[in-house]
């Protein structure tokens, strides 16, 4: 059934993002990310103190693809 939409302001869409405006019989948004991070990595907050004395994150990644990524 269709629908009736008002003002659509769209402010950001990320990479791995849907954007649709009326009717849809499927979406699926997809993404893959591979991250990295070492002691103190994400940390959200106000006031928040860390202290890592020489903090180190090795990496050695040999594989190319760790996943298959299809679209269809």
């Known amino acids: ?24 019989y499927n979406m699926a948004p997809s993404a893959m990310v591979k991250t990295f991070a070492g002691g103190g990595s994400f940390n959200t ?6 202290n ?5 994150t090795y990496v050695n990644d040999q594989e190319a693809i760790d996943q298959s990524f299809i679209n269809s």
């Not at 907050?45 to 860390?50: C, D, P, S, T």
């Open 52 to 56: 890592l004395d020489k903090s180190t």
């Open 1 to 24: 059934m269709p629908a009736k939409v008002g003002a659509v302001k769209v402010i950001s869409i990320s990479s791995s993002s849907i954007f649709n405006i009326g009717d849809v």
């Open 45 to 50: 907050g106000n006031g928040i103190r860390i």
